[in-house]
T-cell receptor, first 113, second 114 residues
Framework: DSGVTQTPKHLITATGQRVTLRCSPRSGDLSVYWYQQSLDQGLQFLIQYYNGEERAKGNILERFSAQQFPDLHSELNLSSLELGDSALYFC????????????FGEGSWLTVV | AQSVTQLDSQVPVFEEAPVELRCNYSSSVSVYLFWYVQYPNQGLQLLLKYLSGSTLVKGINGFEAEFNKSQTSFHLRKPSVHISDTAEYFCAAYRGGSQGNLIFGKGTKLSVKP
């Protein structure tokens, strides 16, 4: 158990819909990262927050957004969903801005039908 | 651009045999290197990491990796594998600066056969 908690574990939704994935980082960790894992793209970095502020941005679509709240939990919002958004979404956390060990949650499986 | 290359997409091996999973990285600056393991239908678990110091790093489950700066490699090894080691292994490098995040290789599926 890494200490990073993600909900829901599985989610099935229809195209065009919007979903929210939630992440609670390890106790004391200030950085939260979101990654997408798909068969064709592998593990892709989406976005990082540090202590409530966006720090780094990767290959995140405009239809996707994220935020980190004062209690340090984070949410990833996916809207206007397409079939190609079906993937495993990971949240990860670390205790620094970066360059240290990053621990991953179990992931949220999203299936868009 | 920094990238991580895992040279083998699949590695089949018999139980109790040694295994090496290869990883090369490209970077002109210091890097932090990691190996993660993903068991079927599970999340990513940290296996080991190299941040600095000794180039031979020991991790969990009997795995170890050696950082080789001249060859820009960080190969993962285990002297004797078990059926339970069957999983996908990911090499990753941390890219610092304003785009700080982990860059992953495409993964190596280790299949241990009895």
């Amino acid at each position: 158990d890494s200490g990073v908690t993600q909900t829901p574990k599985h989610l099935i939704t229809a195209t065009g819909q919007r979903v929210t994935l939630r992440c609670s980082p390890r106790s004391g960790d200030l950085s939260v990262y979101w990654y997408q894992q798909s068969l064709d793209q592998g593990l892709q970095f989406l976005i990082q927050y540090y202590n409530g502020e966006e720090r780094a941005k990767g290959n995140i679509l405009e239809r996707f957004s994220a935020q980190q709240f004062p209690d340090l939990h984070s949410e990833l919002n996916l809207s206007s969903l397409e079939l190609g958004d079906s993937a495993l979404y990971f949240c990860a956390s670390s205790d620094r801005r970066g360059g240290n060990t990053i621990y991953f949650g179990e992931g949220s499986w999203l299936t868009v039908v | 651009a920094q990238s991580v290359t895992q040279l083998d997409s699949q590695v089949p091996v018999f139980e109790e045999a040694p295994v090496e999973l290869r990883c090369n990285y490209s970077s002109s600056v210091s890097v932090y290197l990691f190996w993660y393991v993903q068991y079927p239908n599970q999340g990513l678990q940290l296996l080991l990491k190299y941040l600095s110091g000794s180039t031979l790093v020991k991790g969990i489950n009997g795995f170890e990796a050696e950082f080789n700066k001249s060859q820009t490699s960080f190969h993962l090894r285990k002297p004797s594998v078990h059926i339970s080691d069957t999983a996908e292994y990911f090499c990753a490098a941390y890219r610092g600066g304003s785009q700080g995040n982990l860059i992953f290789g495409k993964g190596t599926k280790l299949s241990v056969k009895p």
